[in-house]
């Protein structure tokens, strides 16, 4: 079958083109050599031009033979031949499409010289194919660095205009490929020297130099491009992402406050300027360039979004609403929008309208979370039943993310239910879903809460079969076996697992602090449990950090560690159980 396809897909092609025959084409520049003829035999790589003068006005017999050999000999699997056909149909024809499919065979051999030449014809088929010319670029530099290729990347510059594109950042795109930076560099400066005029250069430079965290020629880059061009404002940008590269945010945001002043309404060096008010904590001033910038992109979404989420911080729940709304009627960022008017709707106590906002969220970031919160109110209003109905009607709208939805359930029957409710929800949920790995990740967890430690090993360890690199896995089975049994050495392998796959991660450092506390190595518990407290100032790593303190004698710097988490949360049981366990 494939075979009749591709014979009447040829015999298509072949008509449509002597249905074309009287249709002129583009000439070509003559050629010193002698066409591929119709008539049997293996055709040669060293191709020919038709006649003395090399011109083509229609399509001819070898027109279409050429093209149609190519593409029997490209099936065939025979590149070489087909380059070859290619190349003359291009040649004979002016078709630039041709030309193009010439040079791709060429890479697709990984002979360069052939794709040069093909390439070189494709340009001056098509002299305004931005991609011909990069190409042609790209492939002179890999054969020589030296290569001429200055009056190409001016073409590119020319080309890019005309899409409204910066043609230097494009240029720069095609030599990145083949030379090293200070090369590049060279180049692109002999390029922007071609363009005095255009500050798209220098500000092309300066993007190569933060490319390559040069920052001190990328700053230098940037003061040139200020100095040389001081009304164009994407100069002052660029030299305020330097200085934010090199760390320095006070200079930056001082540097952006005056190019702000300098250009009012430039949109781009307003928004990166409250970006860093937002950063430096400032939210009214960030708030008030927000608004400024909503003036100005009256279609745009981004300073909507910013004013609202900087309302809501600074307590400003109506404004917040408006914000959101507007991005509700822009149709932009509409999933993020409607997750915080439900979130606004939920502080006012409006459960109803919370929920009807949730319900709109219906993919991106929020989306779990939205889905969470439906449950928890609809329960909260004494519809459990209710709750648990709506969840079974998204399992069976939403196959595949059954998975999700059981995950919910099982919150809403943690706070609704009893424990045999939920492990038979588990048992019916992994039943219907064997294997799945956030499942039994979910149930073996919810096991060690219940004691059932012979739950929780059957089911991180089938997790950790499915999936060995599982650090999460492998840190729950391992604190758990440090923390309610006694075999701490298994525990302390599967930890040491865990912490070669995750080294930053604060939990799995506080779970090998608390497993050699177990162990009886105190110190070593102390650095690790300190480590993670510093990553994760968490009540439960400042429990095990306090109370192995305690036991080693420090117990005025245990106090200080858990009145310091009891200041930020007076209710914290993971504090107060040790506290009271060692009756402080």
């Given at each position: 079958?494939?075979?009749?396809?591709?014979?009447?897909?040829?015999?298509?092609?072949?008509?449509?083109?002597?249905?074309?025959?009287?249709?002129?084409?583009?000439?070509?520049?003559?050629?010193?050599?002698?066409?591929?003829?119709?008539?049997?035999?293996?055709?040669?790589?060293?191709?020919?031009?038709?006649?003395?003068?090399?011109?083509?006005?229609?399509?001819?017999?070898?027109?279409?033979?050429?093209?149609?050999?190519?593409?029997?000999?490209?099936?065939?699997?025979?590149?070489?031949?087909?380059?070859?056909?290619?190349?003359?149909?291009?040649?004979?024809?002016?078709?630039?499409?041709?030309?193009?499919?010439?040079?791709?065979?060429?890479?697709?051999?990984?002979?360069?010289?052939?794709?040069?030449?093909?390439?070189?014809?494709?340009?001056?088929?098509?002299?305004?194919?931005?991609?011909?010319?990069?190409?042609?670029?790209?492939?002179?530099?890999?054969?020589?660095?030296?290569?001429?290729?200055?009056?190409?990347?001016?073409?590119?510059?020319?080309?890019?205009?005309?899409?409204?594109?910066?043609?230097?950042?494009?240029?720069?795109?095609?030599?990145?490929?083949?030379?090293?930076?200070?090369?590049?560099?060279?180049?692109?400066?002999?390029?922007?020297?071609?363009?005095?005029?255009?500050?798209?250069?220098?500000?092309?430079?300066?993007?190569?130099?933060?490319?390559?965290?040069?920052?001190?020629?990328?700053?230098?880059?940037?003061?040139?491009?200020?100095?040389?061009?001081?009304?164009?404002?994407?100069?002052?940008?660029?030299?305020?992402?330097?200085?934010?590269?090199?760390?320095?945010?006070?200079?930056?945001?001082?540097?952006?406050?005056?190019?702000?002043?300098?250009?009012?309404?430039?949109?781009?060096?307003?928004?990166?300027?409250?970006?860093?008010?937002?950063?430096?904590?400032?939210?009214?001033?960030?708030?008030?360039?927000?608004?400024?910038?909503?003036?100005?992109?009256?279609?745009?979404?981004?300073?909507?979004?910013?004013?609202?989420?900087?309302?809501?911080?600074?307590?400003?729940?109506?404004?917040?609403?408006?914000?959101?709304?507007?991005?509700?009627?822009?149709?932009?960022?509409?999933?993020?929008?409607?997750?915080?008017?439900?979130?606004?709707?939920?502080?006012?106590?409006?459960?109803?309208?919370?929920?009807?906002?949730?319900?709109?969220?219906?993919?991106?970031?929020?989306?779990?979370?939205?889905?969470?919160?439906?449950?928890?109110?609809?329960?909260?209003?004494?519809?459990?039943?209710?709750?648990?109905?709506?969840?079974?009607?998204?399992?069976?709208?939403?196959?595949?993310?059954?998975?999700?939805?059981?995950?919910?359930?099982?919150?809403?029957?943690?706070?609704?239910?009893?424990?045999?409710?939920?492990?038979?929800?588990?048992?019916?949920?992994?039943?219907?879903?064997?294997?799945?790995?956030?499942?039994?990740?979910?149930?073996?967890?919810?096991?060690?809460?219940?004691?059932?430690?012979?739950?929780?090993?059957?089911?991180?360890?089938?997790?950790?079969?499915?999936?060995?690199?599982?650090?999460?896995?492998?840190?729950?089975?391992?604190?758990?076996?440090?923390?309610?049994?006694?075999?701490?050495?298994?525990?302390l392998d599967y930890i040491r697992r865990a912490l070669a796959l995750k080294p930053d991660s604060a939990a799995i450092m506080d779970?090998?602090?608390?497993?050699?506390?177990?162990?009886?190595?105190?110190?070593?518990?102390?650095?690790?449990?300190?480590?993670?407290?510093?990553?994760?100032?968490?009540p439960e790593i400042a429990a095990h950090l306090g109370e192995v303190l305690w036991v080693t004698g420090e117990q005025q710097q245990?106090?200080?560690?858990?009145?310091?988490?009891?200041?930020?949360?007076?209710?914290?049981?993971?504090?107060?159980?040790?506290?009271?366990?060692?009756?402080?």
């Amino acid at each position: 079958m494939r075979q009749l396809l591709q014979r009447v897909l040829i015999l298509t092609f072949f008509w449509s083109l002597v249905g074309c025959q009287s249709v002129p084409v583009k000439t070509v520049p003559a050629t010193t050599a002698a066409p591929l003829s119709s008539e049997p035999g293996e055709p040669s790589v060293e191709i020919k031009s038709p006649d003395s003068s090399g011109r083509a006005t229609e399509l001819t017999k070898d027109i279409v033979f050429n093209l149609l050999a190519g593409e029997v000999a490209a099936q065939r699997g025979a590149l070489s031949e087909a380059y070859a056909y290619q190349l003359q149909a291009a040649r004979l024809s002016g078709d630039a499409r041709s030309a193009e499919r010439a040079t791709r065979l060429a890479l697709h051999m990984d002979k360069d010289d052939l794709a040069v030449r093909a390439a070189s014809l494709w340009v001056d088929l098509a002299p305004e194919d931005l991609t011909a010319r990069q190409l042609v670029v790209v492939l002179m530099l890999r054969q020589n660095e030296e290569a001429p290729v200055l009056e190409h990347l001016k073409a590119i510059v020319q080309i890019s205009e005309n899409k409204d594109e910066n043609g230097f950042l494009n240029a720069m795109a095609a030599i990145n490929r083949e030379l090293k930076r200070d090369t590049v560099r060279k180049l692109m400066r002999k390029l922007v020297l071609a363009f005095p005029d255009d500050p798209r250069g220098g500000y092309a430079l300066a993007i190569a130099a933060l490319v390559d965290k040069d920052f001190a020629a990328a700053e230098q880059e940037a003061d040139r491009l200020v100095a040389a061009h001081p009304d164009w404002p994407k100069g002052y940008l660029v030299l305020g992402r330097v200085y934010l590269a090199q760390g320095d945010k006070a200079q930056a945001k001082t540097f952006l406050a005056d190019a702000v002043s300098r250009f009012p309404e430039d949109p781009l060096l307003i928004s990166a300027y409250a970006r860093l008010l937002v950063d430096a904590k400032e939210l009214q001033p960030a708030y008030e360039q927000f608004l400024k910038l909503e003036e100005i992109e009256q279609e745009g979404d981004s300073a909507s979004y910013w004013l609202g989420l900087i309302a809501l911080e600074l307590g400003k729940d109506e404004a917040a609403r408006e914000h959101f709304l507007r991005l509700i009627s822009l149709n932009k960022r509409a999933d993020v929008a409607a997750y915080y008017l439900g979130r606004i709707a939920e502080n006012r106590a409006q459960p109803k309208q919370a929920i009807e906002w949730y319900q709109r969220v219906e993919s991106g970031e929020f989306n779990d979370e939205a889905q969470v919160r439906i449950v928890r109110l609809m329960a909260s209003e004494g519809a459990v039943g209710e709750a648990l109905d709506w969840l079974q009607r998204k399992r069976i709208q939403y196959p595949d993310q059954a998975a999700r939805f059981y995950l919910i359930e099982v919150e809403l029957l943690r706070d609704h239910g009893t424990p045999e409710q939920v492990m038979a929800l588990f048992d019916t949920a992994i039943g219907a879903m064997p294997g799945n790995n956030d499942l039994l990740y979910a149930r073996g967890l919810y096991a060690a809460t219940q004691k059932r430690v012979d739950i929780l090993e059957r089911d991180l360890l089938q997790v950790i079969n499915n999936d060995p690199k599982h650090a999460d896995a492998l840190n729950a089975l391992g604190y758990t076996l440090a923390d309610q049994t006694n075999r701490h050495q298994e525990a302390l392998d599967y930890i040491r697992r865990a912490l070669a796959l995750k080294p930053d991660s604060a939990a799995i450092m506080d779970s090998m602090g608390w497993v050699l506390f177990r162990l009886g190595r105190y110190q070593e518990a102390i650095g690790y449990l300190r480590q993670a407290f510093d990553k994760l100032p968490d009540p439960e790593i400042a429990a095990h950090l306090g109370e192995v303190l305690w036991v080693t004698g420090e117990q005025q710097q245990a106090r200080q560690v858990w009145q310091g988490i009891l200041e930020e949360s007076p209710e914290s049981e993971h504090v107060l159980e040790v506290m009271r366990r060692l009756k402080i």
